[in-house]
């Protein structure tokens, strides 16, 4: 029973949290109070959206490079439009941001799909082209608090039931995700098109459709996670989100998504994005330097896919071993 | 037997010249003529001696690094912690500055750190078989996490004053000593991909792995070596980057991995593996240079031209396939 459980990557980083959590608690007690709970889960959604969208994407054998740079861009044009037009209703740049950010997913699946441009070549490119035209239409300056307006800043600290509204927002992008990956033709055609293209082809999948599918979700969710990150930190400049793409694929490979496609889950990406948001919301509280943050991060990647890859290496034998010897 | 034989089957449909014509380095010399041509039109300042000298700074460090991506690249694997590893081997050296380390040691110990950057990451990637893409974002955030915890928020800057030689010194009139040791690691990294044995390895591992293997490459000690070249390269550029600087800062480099694929990318290595040339890499490197340079000339911002860049490298990838693709239509509806 139990060595079945362990079988599943997501069963054993779950335990790894509450070892992590409760190893803290120790440390520092408090830490598990549910309001405390509550405002690391808060302060890891956006990662997690964005690694369910990264984890469509990786798991049909793709990458997004672009995603944090999607999330700026979408994020700057619901700014500017708050700035510019503060009669409109939060709901529709809600829905201006999450558009802008399919359109700019829906480019990097047409340049993958019908260019056959490597995904890492396509979202490299666009990446550096996305962020540049935040500039453009900025002239570099930031959009600052004071110019945005209350209703806008307002959304996603909103408590509903206890619970921010941020936080409620990536709860339902959880369920969605699930459902898509697990109930949808679209969601198993990205397993099947990463586990192997070929087949997927027999099967009659078309592999470049599926790609682009996996971009618009990645790019739709990447818009909506562009909103929320401007209204809730209130500012909008060139270089949000730097970086953050890297923490993003991490928190799918620590959740178990092979980054050679195919093999993983929503809960897997989610559990991975929230053992990053941890270990970030841990060091000041049980007084490690900041400055740790990124060497510890980095280990716990490469601990992680050490893991993994032990746990999913194919069994091998060897032939030939007199030649083996002769070495 | 006449090539009018209908038994007889050509070991290549075009000629050497007709492929040269054709190839991908051609087209990259187009586009750096073009550059130089529409720069030397945009600005009365560009065709001055000093001023193309300066410009190749813009390059040199990353194309020293991008000479060993390339054939990491080829041999099917990625690597994408080496500016990290620029700013481990650059704390590393300036740790040591603080201590009267001079210009000789300094250089070993940017080199040395460099190489064991680039051991670790060929252990985990070859010795444990783990993806490389994963492995080097992960000692990504870890090398440039240690600079992190060595600096914190503060700054190296006692360096010996000949030391500022890797990075500011000139071998001959405008020569930048940098671009020397451009110039010779190009000829040495294009020796090794493409007139050794090792070289022809490296190929065969990129393009197929299982069959690399089975004819007696021992593929996973080629992709080791690689990773170590990496590194080793990295600490050097880590070397020309701080003197030129001559100041450390845990950001130092930022971002410089992915300009550095894109050099890589544009000058023709197949991100797949398997294809490319070094000559690729050299005329890339010049793209690049003269782009921003350029740009920087007319006072176009750094995000501006890293736009362009962007554009740039989808664009020359995506215009071949365009272009085949038309023609074949056109051809297509010929022999109908």
């Known amino acids: 029973m139990m060595a079945r459980i362990f079988k599943h990557r997501e069963a054993l980083l779950f335990v790894a949290i509450l070892l992590l959590v409760g190893a803290i608690e120790l440390r520092f007690p408090g830490f598990v109070a549910p309001r405390n709970l509550v405002s690391i889960y808060n302060d890891t959604a956006i990662l997690i959206i964005l690694a369910l969208g990264q984890a469509a994407v990786i798991l049909a054998r793709g990458i997004d490079l672009s995603i944090a740079a999607n999330l700026a861009l979408s994020g700057t044009i619901a700014a500017l439009l708050n700035v510019a037009f503060p009669d409109l209703p939060v709901i529709f740049l809600l829905v201006a941001a999450t558009f802008s950010g399919a359109v700019l997913g829906a480019i990097n699946g047409l340049l993958v799909w019908r260019l056959s441009i490597p995904p890492i070549v396509v979202t490299l490119g666009t990446m550096t082209i996305y962020r540049g035209t935040i500039f453009l239409l900025t002239g570099g300056a930031w959009v600052n608090a004071h110019e945005m307006t209350d209703a806008f800043k307002a959304v996603p600290r909103a408590v509903f039931l206890g619970i921010p509204v941020l936080a409620w927002f990536s709860l339902a992008v959880i369920v969605l995700m699930m459902v898509v990956l697990v109930m949808t033709r679209l969601g198993r055609a990205f397993y099947a098109v990463g586990g192997n293209p070929h087949a997927a082809v027999y099967t009659g999948i078309s592999v470049g459709r599926t790609h682009f599918f996996a971009y618009l979700i990645a790019g739709a969710l990447a818009g909506l996670a562009g909103y929320l990150w401007t209204a809730r930190y209130a500012v909008a400049y060139v270089d949000i989100a730097n970086g953050f793409e890297l923490d993003v694929v991490a928190a799918c490979v620590i959740g178990g998504i092979s980054i050679a496609g195919g093999a993983g889950t929503a809960i897997g990406a989610v559990l991975g994005a929230l053992f990053l948001g941890i270990i970030k919301n841990a060091l000041p509280v049980i007084d490690v330097s900041p400055f740790w943050q990124m060497a510890i991060s980095g280990t716990v990647i490469i601990i992680a896919v050490a893991v993994n890859a032990r746990s999913s290496r194919v069994k091998g034998r060897v032939i030939l071993k007199k030649a083996e010897h002769a070495r | ?336």
């Not at chain 2, 010779?184 to 090792?198: D, E, K, N, P, R």
């Not at chain 2, 190929?203 to 990773?227: E, Q």
């Not at chain 2, 100041?247 to 550095?260: D, K, Q, V, Y």
């Not at chain 2, 740039?312 to 396939?321: C, D, F, N, Q, T």
Request: hydrophobic share 55%; net charge positive.
């Open chain 2, 1 to 336: 037997m006449s090539v009018n034989d209908k038994r007889f089957v050509p070991d290549r449909l075009h000629g050497r010249g007709y492929r040269m014509a054709r190839s991908w380095e051609s087209l990259l010399i187009v586009v750096v003529i073009a550059i130089f041509i529409i720069n030397s039109f945009a600005s009365p300042y560009f065709l001055d001696a000093w001023n193309l000298s300066d410009a190749t700074f813009n390059f040199t460090e990353k194309a020293l690094i991008a000479f060993a991506m390339a054939l990491v690249i080829i041999s099917g694997e990625i690597d994408l912690s080496v500016a990290a590893i620029i700013a481990l081997a650059s704390t590393a050296m300036g740790y040591a500055a603080q201590f009267g380390a001079g210009t000789p040691e300094l250089a070993a110990i940017g080199l040395g750190v460099g190489l064991l950057c680039g051991a670790f990451n060929g252990f985990l990637i070859t010795g444990l078989g783990l993806p490389s893409i994963v492995v080097t974002i992960g000692t990504m955030s870890l090398f440039r996490g240690l600079s992190y915890v060595f600096l914190g928020d503060k700054a190296f800057t006692g360096y010996p004053s000949d030391f500022a030689w890797f990075g500011q010194g000139y071998v001959f009139w405008v020569i930048s000593f940098e671009f020397v040791l451009f110039a010779v690691m190009a000829v040495l990294f294009g020796i090794l991909l493409h007139l050794t044995s090792f070289g022809r390895m490296v190929y065969a591992v990129g393009n197929n792995a299982t069959a690399a293997r089975f004819s007696g490459i021992r593929v996973g000690r080629v992709k080791f070596l690689l990773f170590l070249m990496t590194g080793v390269m990295s600490g050097m550029a880590a070397i020309c980057l701080t003197s030129r600087l001559g100041s450390t800062r845990p950001s130092i480099a930022f971002g410089w991995e992915l300009e550095i694929v894109t050099m890589v990318v544009l000058g023709g290595i197949n991100i797949l593996g398997g294809a490319g040339t070094i000559i690729g890499v050299v005329l890339a490197a010049f793209i690049m240079g003269l782009v921003t340079f350029g740009f920087g000339l007319m006072n176009v911002p750094g995000i501006v031209m890293s736009i362009f860049i962007g554009l740039l490298l989808i664009g020359v990838i995506a215009l071949p396939v365009l272009y085949t693709r038309i023609v074949r239509r056109f051809t297509r509806e010929q022999v109908q």
